[in-house]
């Protein structure tokens, strides 16, 4: 069982869709992020929480909603995207005052906008 | 601006064979990670280096750290075909994580 679990793994979805990302860490981590990686670009830091509060927003579009409930659960909320969307939408977690602030990825979850 | 730079972007190299994969980076640091990400999956957590001078090595990999040159490198003893994957740099600098490009590698029989 991996420590950062997401659902769905595969998603395919119409530009006027709604759809939405979840995450889970069983790390007892207190950071949560969302990276985008696509073939064009290296990984995108989009979205930092920190005790559930949004510390980084990284100039994402707004059509690009997170949500973090609490340190355990992080979600990602999909509305009007475009194609150029299309990309691995990588979740994960830290624990940044253990010394080290290794990031521990999930498996992530693949986004096709059509 | 914290800018992490990995050479080569691409490499293609022969069972047995050495090579180093290089990571420059642009601002004072002395944290710096490794991850390797092999093709559909996740990244995975190599190795930490957290200070000048750090060396760290696991079977056929090592990964060294220079602060003062701003340089990391991963070098690979003796290629084997299951270390063909992506591999990442990320440099640490207070708040900020930054990754490289990723290293795409390929160790063909």
């Known amino acids: 069982e991996t420590g950062v679990t997401q659902t769905p793994r595969h998603l395919v979805m119409g530009m006027t869709n709604k759809k939405s990302l979840k995450c889970e860490q069983h790390?007892?981590?207190?950071?949560m992020y969302w990276y985008k990686q696509s073939a064009k670009k290296p990984l995108e830091l989009m979205f930092v929480?920190?005790?559930?509060?949004?510390?980084e927003n990284n100039s994402v579009p707004s059509r690009f909603s997170p949500e973090c409930p609490n340190s355990s659960h992080l979600f990602l909320h999909l509305h009007t995207l475009q194609p150029e969307d299309s990309a691995l939408y990588l979740c994960?977690?830290?624990?940044?005052?253990?010394?080290?602030?290794?990031?521990?990825f999930g498996e992530g979850s693949w986004l096709t906008v059509v | 601006e914290l800018k992490v730079e990995q050479n080569p972007l691409f490499l293609s190299m022969q069972e047995g064979k050495n090579y180093t994969i290089y990571c420059n980076y642009s601002?004072?640091?002395?944290?710096l990670y490794w991850y390797r990400q092999d093709p559909g999956k996740s990244l995975e957590s190599l190795f930490v280096?957290?200070?000048?001078?750090a060396v760290k090595q696991e079977g056929r990999l090592m990964a060294s750290l220079d602060t003062k040159a701003r340089l990391s490198t991963l070098h690979i003893t003796a290629a084997v075909h299951d270390l063909s994957a992506t591999y990442f740099c990320?440099?640490?600098?207070?708040?900020?994580?930054?990754f490289g490009a990723g290293t795409r590698l390929t160790v063909k029989p």
């Open positions: 929480y920190n005790f559930k509060e949004q510390t």
């Open positions: 790390l007892g981590h207190n950071a």
């Open positions: 280096l957290l200070s000048n001078g």
């Open positions: 601002t004072t640091s002395d944290r």
């Open positions: 994960a977690s830290s624990q940044p005052d253990r010394g080290t602030n290794t990031i521990y």
């Open positions: 990320a440099v640490e600098v207070e708040d900020d994580m930054r």
